[in-house]
């Protein structure tokens, strides 16, 4: 999820959607950087009861490195086109990378890596639902 910035409204969005999410299991833990919204926004899921009462966050750098090396694919398309003209474009720009990551990983349910026609409307649905 990309956002302006990296303060506490924004890591309960983030909460909010990782718990949201159709293909997830409730977690045991969740791994994040050292910024110091997390653990004010963890809490504040916690008591809206978003955030199981028994999950733990991990502030390790080296633990969220794991998760950051999937997104090296991002960042390495991204720095190609690093000339965005707004907020939107990049976020439209990033959405498209990720889905197209997502597929060729098979990470999407229930679509298969041949199913072109499939694809085409999983990543259809992403932009009609954001546009």
């Not at 791994?31 to 653990?39: L, T, W």
């Not at 439209?92 to 085409?120: C, F, H, P, W, Y």
Request: proline share 2%.
């Amino acid at each position: 999820m990309l956002s302006a910035k990296r303060d506490v409204s924004a890591a309960k969005r983030f909460f909010k959607m990782v718990m949201r999410a159709e293909h997830r299991r409730l977690p045991f833990s969740i791994s994040v950087d050292k910024n110091a919204a997390y653990p004010v926004a963890f809490n504040a899921s916690q008591e809206e009861r978003i955030v199981p009462e028994d999950c733990l966050l991990r502030r390790v750098k080296y633990l969220n490195n794991v998760i950051e090396q999937d997104h090296r694919f991002n960042k390495k398309k991204v720095r190609a086109s690093q000339c965005f003209k707004s907020f939107h474009t990049a976020e439209r720009t990033l959405e498209s990378i990720e889905s197209i990551n997502m597929i060729r990983k098979g990470q999407v349910k229930r679509l298969s890596r041949s199913d072109t026609r499939g694809q085409a409307k999983f990543v259809l649905s992403l932009f009609q639902v954001a546009a």
